[in-house]
C-alpha cells in the first residue's frame, strides 16, 4: 500500500515535469511564430494550450485527493504542496506563450516586431526556453544547485527586457506607438515566463531543504 502510494506521489512529480516540458516547447513555438510571422505555427500554440490546462487540473485533482486520503506529512507533504504550487506557475508560463502566438496570429501577415528588436527576441525567446527545460529536468532530478543556478540565465533576461525600453524610448525609434506597445507588452511576457520557470525551480528547493530561496520572481 505504501508503495502504491510512493508511485504516486513520484508520477505527480512526473507529470509536472511533462508540464513543463509542453509549456517550453510551446514557447518555442510561439517564439518561432512571433518570428517567423508563422500562422499555422501559432495556430498550433493556441489549439494546444488546452492540453496543458488539462494536465494541470488533472494534477490538481490527484494531488487533492493524495492530501484528503493518505495525510502526508514531511517531505510527502511538501511534495505535494510543490506541486500544486508549481502546476499553477507552468500553467502560466503556457498562458504567456499562448499571448505570444496570438500576437503573431493577429498581426498576421505582417510582421509583429520591428527589425530592430527581432535578435532581441530571439535571445529572449532562447532563454526562455532553456529555462523552462532546465526546469523540467529539476523537477525530475531534484537537484538544488542545479535550481539555484537558474538565476543567472533569469538576470539575463531581465537584462534584456530592460534594454527593450532603452530601444523604444530611444529619439531613433521609427516604428511608431502600435509598434512600441507590442514589443512592450511581449517583453513582459517573456520576462514573467522567465520568473515562472524560477519558481518551479524554488519549490524544488523547498521540496528537498524544506525552505523556500528567495531569488526569482513568483508572483502570478
Given at each position: 500500500m505504501r508503495e502504491a502510494y510512493h508511485d504516486q506521489l513520484g508520477q505527480l512529480a512526473e507529470q509536472l515535469a511533462d508540464m513543463c516540458a509542453m509549456a517550453g516547447d510551446a514557447m518555442e513555438r510561439a517564439t518561432a511564430a512571433l518570428l517567423g510571422a508563422d500562422l499555422g505555427l501559432a495556430e498550433r500554440v493556441i489549439g494546444d494550450d488546452l492540453k496543458i490546462d488539462d494536465v494541470r487540473s488533472s494534477i490538481e485533482e490527484q494531488a487533492y485527493a493524495l492530501l484528503a486520503l493518505q495525510a502526508p506529512v514531511a517531505t510527502d507533504l511538501r511534495v505535494v504542496l510543490?506541486?500544486?504550487?508549481?502546476?499553477?506557475?507552468?500553467?502560466?508560463?503556457?498562458?504567456?506563450?499562448?499571448?505570444?502566438?496570438?500576437?503573431?496570429?493577429?498581426r498576421h501577415p505582417n510582421p509583429v516586431l520591428s527589425e530592430t528588436v527581432q535578435p532581441y527576441f530571439a535571445?529572449?525567446?532562447?532563454?526562455?526556453?532553456?529555462?523552462?527545460?532546465?526546469?523540467?529536468?529539476?523537477?525530475?532530478?531534484r537537484d538544488v544547485e542545479r535550481a539555484r543556478s537558474l538565476e543567472d540565465a533569469d538576470d539575463a533576461m531581465d537584462d534584456l527586457h530592460r534594454h527593450l525600453f532603452?530601444?523604444?524610448?530611444?529619439?531613433?525609434?521609427?516604428?511608431?506607438?502600435?509598434?512600441?506597445?507590442?514589443?512592450?507588452?511581449?517583453?513582459?511576457?517573456?520576462?514573467?515566463?522567465?520568473?515562472?520557470?524560477?519558481?518551479?525551480?524554488?519549490?524544488?528547493?523547498f521540496v528537498v531543504t524544506g525552505r523556500m530561496p528567495g531569488y526569482g520572481g513568483d508572483d502570478v
Open positions: 510543490a506541486v500544486i504550487h508549481a502546476a499553477e506557475s507552468v500553467e502560466r508560463m503556457g498562458d504567456l506563450a499562448l499571448h505570444v502566438a496570438k500576437a503573431a496570429r493577429r535571445e529572449m525567446g532562447r532563454i526562455a526556453v532553456e529555462l523552462a527545460r532546465e526546469a523540467t529536468e529539476i523537477i525530475r532530478s532603452t530601444v523604444i524610448m530611444d529619439k531613433e525609434w521609427s516604428h511608431g506607438v502600435a509598434s512600441a506597445v507590442d514589443t512592450t507588452l511581449l517583453g513582459r511576457f517573456y520576462e514573467r515566463f522567465a520568473d515562472h520557470a524560477v519558481s518551479v525551480a524554488k519549490r524544488t528547493v
